[in-house]
T-cell receptor
Framework: KAGVTQTPRYLIKTRGQQVTLSCSPISGHRSVSWYQQTPGQGLQFLFEYFSETQRNKGNFPGRFSGRQFSNSRSEMNVSTLELGDSALYLC?????????????FGPGTRLTVT | DQQVKQNSPSLSVQEGRISILNCDYTNSMFDYFLWYKKYPAEGPTFLISISSIKDKNEDGRFTVFLNKSAKHLSLHIVPSQPGDSAVYFCAASYYGGSQGNLIFGKGTKLSVKP
């Protein structure tokens, strides 16, 4: 079974621009979560989508948004980019089975804002 | 306030010996815990998990122990191999909140020396 894929893998943008990142979950997984990883803050939860609905949201400004399509693919968008948005953005998909719940991560998109 | 803490940023172990990685948490609502391994430029890889109804879970060379009264969990790797050298993240979640929202520690960098 194919893993989680993310595109693009690397991206360089200028302050003030916007960016859209894409994630394709593992086949059959309906949940997609997004995380930001930076050296100082570690892995921080952005938001989760389940069956096209945002189910949970982390403590990030409204410039960060996302959506999920009917095939479970997800996109996240960052508007008005700031230098501090430079980070590795990770997508994870999950298949809830009762009480257990593991998430499987993609390779990430490395965003550099100049 | 950090809800999941990995107080040792790094750990060095000789090949063949035991590696013990520790993690503490503060939120008593957490009832599901996971360990991930991460290599540079890759997404985290799921290793092993444990629910709060258990105090131990084994998978090959990896064993996770949970001490709920102390709000402490540990990952044991026996025997350690050079390929285990990576950053290890502890994560926690709770059912009824959102399983898609994993709270991560800042990670412990494990170096296994031949």
């Amino acid at each position: 079974k194919a893993g989680v894929t993310q595109t693009p893998r690397y991206l360089i943008k200028t302050r003030g621009q916007q960016v859209t990142l894409s994630c394709s979950p593992i086949s059959g997984h309906r949940s997609v979560s997004w995380y930001q990883q930076t050296p100082g803050q570690g892995l921080q939860f952005l938001f989760e989508y389940f069956s096209e609905t945002q189910r949970n949201k982390g403590n990030f400004p409204g410039r960060f948004s996302g959506r999920q399509f009917s095939n479970s693919r997800s996109e996240m968008n960052v508007s008005t980019l700031e230098l501090g948005d430079s980070a590795l953005y990770l997508c994870a998909s999950g298949n809830e089975q009762g009480f257990t719940y593991e998430q499987y991560f993609g390779p990430g998109t490395r965003l550099t804002v100049t | 306030d950090q809800q999941v803490k990995q107080n040792s940023p790094s750990l060095s172990v000789q090949e063949g010996r035991i590696s013990i990685l520790n993690c503490d948490y503060t939120n008593s609502m957490f009832d599901y815990f996971l360990w991930y391994k991460k290599y540079p430029a890759e997404g985290p890889t799921f290793l092993i998990s444990i629910s709060s109804i258990k105090d131990k879970n084994e998978d090959g060379r990896f064993t996770v122990f949970l001490n709920k009264s102390a709000k402490h969990l540990s990952l044991h790797i026996v025997p350690s191999q050079p390929g285990d050298s990576a950053v290890y993240f502890c994560a926690a979640s709770y059912y009824g909140g959102s399983q898609g929202n994993l709270i991560f520690g800042k990670g412990t960098k494990l170096s296994v020396k031949p």
